[in-house]
């Protein structure tokens, strides 16, 4: 990609976090963390890779998304909002009782949103099926699926992939967020997944490895996946992660996995996100 593009996909990803500071502050709840740490995959899926249409969610030749860690849904509700799915003057209403933003992602509600999501290991196995689905039709759908580190400790997570090698699914993609931190702490101590990239290629996909705020090695990784096309081989995306990414005071914290800024935190991570912006806008 050239410059130019990837300062854009960089502002955009700026934007992203300002809405997942800006929804988890309106909500006093919600999983920044996380949502932070994956806003730059987002920011890639919604603004280059997936074809998508804000204007018609619903058009049936569209590429679908399922957020399987669910708990992150500030971080889709910002990309969605971000890329005109809904209002962004919206996300401040997150979690309160007559929003249509729940605390986990609503297909009923929520314009954009390809599946319902929260009990984890469960959006993968939804993801797969509408892989197949998309297979059985012979339509050229792709179907994308996100994953926390900590959410790999759910068997359902394996049968997901056993099932996507098994019926040959190359046009799904599964990317696994490796922040290293779940709620109760660093992944590893709680549930030592590893080695992850083995266990997913023991599987039969093609694994891939990357920086997850690195938009020249998600284009790469894309190009892999798109690659794979008619190989039978579901792709994996490993993106190595901070959570928290781009609030300094959040990165690798695991207390903020599930606990909204208060008044002053909030200023001061949108300040943060503002001086990321200006920097990036020098010389547009």
Same mark, same amino acid.
């Given at each position: ?6 300062? $854009?996909?960089?502002? =955009? ?6 809405? %997942?500071?800006? +929804?988890? =502050? ?14 730059? *995959?987002?920011?890639?899926?919604? @603004?280059? $890779? ?17 957020? +399987? ?6 971080? &889709?509700?910002?990309? &969605? ?7 962004? /003057? ?25 599946? +319902? ?22 339509? #050229? %759908? ?34 696994? #967020?490796?922040?290293?931190?779940? %709620? ?18 023991? @599987? ?10 690195? @938009?020249? #090695? ?6 892999? @996946? ?12 490993? *993106? ?10 959040? /990165?690798?914290?695991? $207390? ?15 300040? /943060? &996100?503002?001086?990321?912006?200006? $920097? ?5």
């Amino acid at each position: 990609m050239t410059i130019d593009e990837k300062k $854009e996909l960089q502002l =955009h990803a700026v934007a992203v976090r300002e809405g %997942i500071l800006t +929804s988890a =502050h309106g909500a006093g709840a919600g999983h920044p963390g996380g949502s932070l740490s994956a806003a730059d *995959m987002f920011t890639y899926l919604y @603004f280059r $890779e997936m074809r998508v249409d804000s204007k018609n969610p619903k058009n049936p030749n569209r590429d679908r998304f399922v957020l +399987s860690k669910g708990h992150t849904a500030p971080g &889709l509700y910002s990309v &969605l909002a971000e890329r005109g799915f809904f209002p962004k /003057e919206d996300l401040p209403t997150l979690r309160h009782i007559d929003s249509y933003l729940q605390g986990h992602p609503n297909m009923h509600t929520v314009p954009g949103v390809d599946m +319902s999501t929260g009990s984890l290991g469960q959006g993968i196995s939804a993801a797969a099926g509408m892989a197949k689905g998309a297979k059985y039709l012979g339509s #050229d %759908i792709n179907t994308y699926t996100v994953l926390g580190d900590g959410e790999l400790a759910e068997g359902q997570v394996w049968e997901a992939a056993m099932f996507a090698a098994h019926y040959k699914l190359d046009n799904f993609c599964i990317i696994v #967020d490796l922040n290293g931190l779940q %709620i109760s702490g660093e992944t590893e101590k709680v549930m030592n997944t590893k080695p992850v990239d083995e266990k997913f290629a023991s @599987f039969g996909c093609d694994v891939v490895e990357i920086d997850g705020h690195n @938009f020249d #090695d998600m284009e790469s990784a894309f190009e892999r @996946f798109h690659e794979n096309h008619g190989s039978g081989k579901p792709t994996v995306i490993l *993106m190595h992660t901070v959570k928290g990414k781009g609030v300094s005071y959040m /990165e690798n914290n695991v $207390e903020w996995h599930g606990k909204a800024p208060n008044d002053e935190e909030y200023e001061r991570g949108m300040a /943060e &996100l503002a001086a990321i912006r200006a $920097e990036l806008e020098v010389g547009v």
